[in-house]
């Protein structure tokens, strides 16, 4: 059997806190806007760094690896001491990072402001998403799914401002985007407020934990076959999200500002699909979710590469609605095989989809380089084939569902 810790702050039957999931979900959305402020602006740096793609996969990879090695760290040390204003700290550190980007003038500069950046979100995400957790009432795959589609607007949000802002008035305008960090901070410290009561008053009221009724060895697969689905949905997600609008360009050849339009439809798209996941996961099951959002993304990524601009735009929307679905799905389900354990495994799959985001931006980059644009999509079509794994996830029983707390 999983053992949880000994003791953990227990969910009190609660109704929803809605203030405060909508909150956190504006603040999640002004944090992953900043964040896209990066990819958004690879055309920009490319033209006057001269920038080959292995070295924009760099930058991204330098990003995300400091986000997702610090998160798994910050998700275990906040599940033992709860840090109510740790999301307010970690947006300053963002606004630090745009801060430099704005000024970077050599390309080592370029990646010391993307690891600020990728540190701020770092500290962002665990706390967050336990918060919206502990805000639930109890209706967890809502309570993520809502918490994740403020991140997903942001991140469709930011390529546009980028398009619209930044294009146009060059590098140095990046910094106007730290009044959307001081509006986060300033959100985030009524956020900590409400988290720090909440804690004073549940503090007298820790019992132990509950434990997982699955064997060890199944726990362990399952969080294995998860972590191999975490792969498969981002290493696509970041052949689009950072390499789809050279693909635009080279392949249709579109303007940069057009490109920029057809990233925020799937964007967009992305944002429409993580706010589905998990209301439909608490109602169905969270594993059907994850088998209709991996696999059921597949006869659209194997079409992609082959369609005219149109169908492009189509299919690309459509693969963003299904695929974004099964994040929130997933991180739901890993938190109630390992109850107790909120923050680590927050921490944990968001760390391991910023790292494998970066990975994947690093890796493809230089595939790319070597042989071409469109044969990424042409390979990268074939990852969601991956979702065959999840045959060997356990089901979750709604009755297992309902007694695992926070």
Not at 105 to 128: K, Q, R, T, V
Not at 148 to 157: H, S, W
Not at 221 to 237: E, P
Not at 288 to 312: E, H, K, M, N, R
Request: with cysteine.
């Amino acid at each position: 059997m999983v053992q949880s810790p000994a003791k953990a702050v227990t969910e009190q039957a609660a109704p929803t806190v809605m203030s405060v999931l909508l909150a956190l979900s504006i603040c999640h959305l002004l944090n992953d806007m900043l964040q896209s402020l990066l990819p958004a602006i690879y055309p920009i740096l490319k033209q006057s760094f001269n920038l080959s793609f292995e070295q924009i996969g760099m930058i991204t990879l330098t990003n995300q690896v400091t986000a997702s090695l610090l998160q798994p760290l910050v998700g275990s040390y906040t599940d033992k001491h709860p840090k109510p204003y740790s999301l307010a700290v970690g947006m300053c550190v963002t606004c630090c990072g745009l801060l430099w980007l704005s000024h970077a003038w050599h390309y080592f500069e370029l990646l010391s402001a993307a690891a600020m950046i990728g540190i701020g979100s770092s500290i962002f995400h665990p706390e967050s998403s336990r918060m919206a957790r502990t805000a639930s009432g109890g209706q967890h795959g809502f309570a993520q799914s809502l918490f994740q589609v403020g991140g997903n607007a942001g991140t469709a949000i930011g390529p546009l401002l980028a398009a619209y802002i930044i294009l146009p008035h060059g590098q140095s305008s990046i910094a106007i985007f730290c009044i959307a960090a001081f509006i986060g901070i300033t959100v985030l410290t009524g956020v900590g407020r409400w988290y720090a009561q909440h804690l004073s008053e549940n503090k007298r009221k820790a019992k132990t934990a509950s434990t997982s009724d699955l064997p060890r060895n199944k726990v362990i697969t399952a969080i294995v076959v998860l972590c191999a689905l975490v792969f498969s949905k981002y290493f696509y997600m970041s052949s689009i999200i950072n390499f789809y609008t050279f693909y635009l360009i080279k392949h249709f050849g579109i303007s940069v500002q057009s490109a920029q339009v057809h990233l925020f439809i799937f964007l967009a798209a992305v944002a429409v699909g993580t706010l589905a996941g998990g209301p439909i996961g608490d109602r169905i099951g969270r594993k059907y979710v994850i088998w209709a959002s991996i696999l059921g993304v597949l006869p659209f990524t194997l079409l992609l590469p082959y369609v005219d601009l149109f169908w492009t735009g189509v299919l690309s929307a459509m693969i963003g609605v299904i695929l974004a679905s099964a994040f929130s799905a997933i991180l739901v389900y890993a938190q109630e095989l390992i109850p107790g354990r909120v923050g680590t495994i927050a921490g944990l799959f968001f760390g391991l989809a910023f790292g494998l985001a970066g990975v994947a931006a690093a890796t493809l980059g230089k595939f790319a380089d070597i042989a071409g644009i469109e044969t990424v999509y042409r390979v990268c079509a074939f990852l969601p084939a991956l979702g065959m794994l999840t045959i060997f996830l356990p089901n979750l029983h709604k009755g297992q569902e309902a007694k695992i707390k926070a």
